[in-house]
């Protein structure tokens, strides 16, 4: 049984940092592309950050988190982060991690292949 469990999420003002967590189990994690996606409710789920498994982890972000944001994976710890620096309102979403097994992934939500449950994530202006 796949599981992606999600931690880290809450509250914090404008300007703050949040560190959300992933791990997983039920796959070879070295072997899955990993990802953050956020939604807000009446919306679409959008890509965040991916990081790969191979060329020592590229990392690929959405225009709006570059700079901002650090995806990052930890193979040994199966596990997955999100450092979120400088956060603004416009963050605030349910954050969820995903693994994708195909190294042609893509920035479609519907492509992924598991997800975990989401964690909340709220900033304060």
């Known amino acids: 049984q796949v599981q992606l469990v999600e931690t880290g999420g809450g509250l914090v003002q404008a300007g703050g940092s949040l560190r959300l967590s992933c791990t997983a189990s039920?796959?070879?994690?070295?072997?899955?592309?990993m990802g953050w996606f956020r939604q807000v409710p009446g919306k679409e789920r959008d890509f965040v950050a991916a990081?790969?498994?191979?060329?020592?982890?590229?990392?690929y972000y959405t225009e709006s988190v570059t700079g901002r944001f650090t995806i990052s994976r930890d193979n040994a710890k199966n596990a997955v982060y999100l450092q979120m620096n400088s956060l603004k309102p416009e963050d605030t979403a349910v954050y969820y991690c995903?693994?994708?097994?195909?190294?042609?992934?893509?920035?479609?939500?519907?492509?992924?292949?598991?997800w975990g449950q989401g964690t909340q994530v709220t900033v304060s202006s």
């Open positions: 039920g796959i070879t994690f070295s072997t899955y592309v």
């Open positions: 995903a693994a994708e097994y195909s190294s042609r992934w893509d920035r479609l939500p519907d492509k992924w292949d598991y």
């Open positions: 990081v790969t498994w191979w060329t020592r982890g590229s990392t």
